[in-house]
């Protein structure tokens, strides 16, 4: 069913930017959901952000709403993270994953069976 993979972690300061990047090999990303989430040191996996394959709706989790922006380039069958003002908090591992059927009701309600074809994921670090 092929695989995701993401990539543009690394280390910032309180404040900073990244934009992390889901690639699709294998299949098109056009006609399915497509989320982010993290899994911070000691913490469980949570949701952080979806979009729907119609690119009209979107879900943030509330810690990173107005600080992080969920995009597809289906040129690229991309779909990126950007995020902005990055706080010490948002330090983890970053994976994407996809769905045809499923949904991001909350960081902890997003039905983790539904997800699938989880890449690698890219650690991002927020450190001063």
């Known amino acids: 069913q092929g695989q995701l993979v993401e990539s543009g972690g690394g280390s910032v300061q309180p404040g900073g930017s990244l934009r992390l990047s889901c690639v699709a090999n294998g299949f098109t990303l056009d006609y399915y959901t497509v989320g982010w989430f993290r899994q911070g040191p000691g913490k469980e996996r949570e949701g952080v952000a979806c979009?729907?394959?119609?690119?009209?709706?979107?879900f943030y989790e509330d810690s990173v709403k107005g600080r992080f922006t969920i995009s597809r380039d289906r040129a690229n069958n991309t779909v990126y993270l950007h995020m902005n003002d990055l706080k010490p908090e948002d330090t983890g591992i970053y994976f994407c994953?996809?769905?045809?059927?499923?949904?991001?009701?909350?960081?902890?309600?997003?039905?983790?069976?539904?997800?699938?074809?989880w890449g690698q994921g890219t650690q991002v670090t927020v450190s001063s």
């Open positions: 994953a996809k769905t045809s059927t499923g949904w991001m009701n909350s960081g902890t309600n997003y039905g983790s069976n539904s997800w699938g074809a």
């Open positions: 979009i729907n394959s119609g690119d009209r709706n979107t």
